[in-house]
């Protein structure tokens, strides 16, 4: 056998070794109960919000609703972003709801700040 032949060989074996890895690989959790949350941030007149969702079953929709407005304009996005009033402490609400139908809300507050960060 030729050194090239050995080495097509050897490298043939390592890919079957870690394809078979792959193959053997856990199966994947199951989905678990749909969780949502936002981390927002307020810059200079400013709120910046991310959604935040885990569990139950893709694909989600994500409907943003801020200080009870609800705004389709930022549907199904993960960032967002709203100008506010210094001082101010608006509400950022989520409501978001996976394949199953199966809905989950998270709610939450942010001063507005002024100026520079």
Same mark, same amino acid.
């Given at each position: 056998?030729?050194?090239?032949?050995?080495?097509?060989?050897? &490298?043939?074996?390592?890919?079957? &070794?870690?394809?078979?890895?792959?193959? *053997?690989?856990?199966?994947?959790?199951?989905? *678990?109960?749909?969780?949502?949350?936002?981390?927002?941030?307020?810059?200079?007149?400013?709120?910046? =919000?991310?959604?935040?969702?885990?569990?139950?079953?893709?694909?989600?929709?994500?409907?943003?609703?801020?200080?009870?407005?609800?705004?389709?304009?930022?549907?199904?996005?993960?960032? &967002?972003?709203?100008? =506010?009033?210094?001082?101010?402490?608006?509400?950022?609400?989520?409501?978001?709801?996976?394949?199953?139908?199966?809905?989950?809300?998270?709610?939450?507050?942010?001063? =507005?700040? *002024?100026?520079?960060?």
């Amino acid at each position: 056998m030729s050194r090239l032949s050995r080495s097509v060989s050897a &490298v043939a074996l390592v890919a079957g &070794v870690a394809g078979a890895m792959l193959v *053997g690989a856990a199966p994947a959790q199951a989905a *678990g109960t749909l969780t949502a949350s936002q981390y927002c941030e307020s810059i200079r007149n400013s709120i910046f =919000c991310e959604a935040i969702v885990a569990g139950g079953t893709a694909p989600y929709t994500i409907k943003w609703h801020y200080n009870g407005y609800y705004f389709p304009q930022h549907d199904n996005k993960t960032y &967002v972003s709203w100008g =506010c009033q210094p001082y101010t402490t608006p509400q950022s609400k989520i409501v978001v709801t996976d394949a199953t139908g199966a809905s989950v809300t998270s709610i939450t507050n942010r001063r =507005c700040t *002024g100026g520079a960060p």
